[in-house]
Nanobody, 122 residues
Framework: QVQLVESGGGLVQTGGSLRLSCAAS????????IGWYRQAPGKQRELVAS???????DYENSVKGRFTISRDNAKNTVLLQMNSLKPEDTAVYYC????????????????WGQGTQVTVSS
């Protein structure tokens, strides 16, 4: 089982940057695929970015070129660097660990963090 804690959210102006962190506990973290999701008010949770245990990444189209997912297995941490933020990026961001891939699409596990709020003002 993996426990996840997200941090790094906040309020930022359009065009600004934030770096989200997902800290994980659990001895199998470095073998886990990780997904970052977000959920805006009134909308379904959506996959934003994913990374395999080997470091291969994939992104939702609207964040390609602006967001970067990375992992530090020694620190049991996954980062989501978000640049050129837009008001439509406003959401609660969650990380998920231990899912699997079908093709390049990440399917989440039952293990979620509590989320961190990102608000982008116009």
């Amino acid at each position: 089982q993996v426990q996840l804690v997200e941090s790094g959210g906040g309020l930022v102006q359009t065009g600004g940057s934030l770096r989200l962190s997902c800290a994980a506990s659990g001895s199998t973290f470095n073998t886990n695929a990780i997904g970052w999701y977000r959920q805006a008010p009134g909308k379904q949770r959506e996959l934003v970015a994913s990374i395999t245990s080997g470091g291969a990444t994939d992104y939702e189209n609207s964040v390609k070129g602006r967001f970067t997912i990375s992992r530090d297995n020694a620190k049991n941490t996954v980062l989501l660097q978000m640049n050129s933020l837009k008001p439509e990026d406003t959401a609660v961001y969650y990380c998920n660990a231990g899912g699997y891939f079908t093709g390049s699409y990440y399917i989440p596990s039952p293990y979620w963090g509590q989320g961190t709020q990102v608000t982008v003002s116009s």
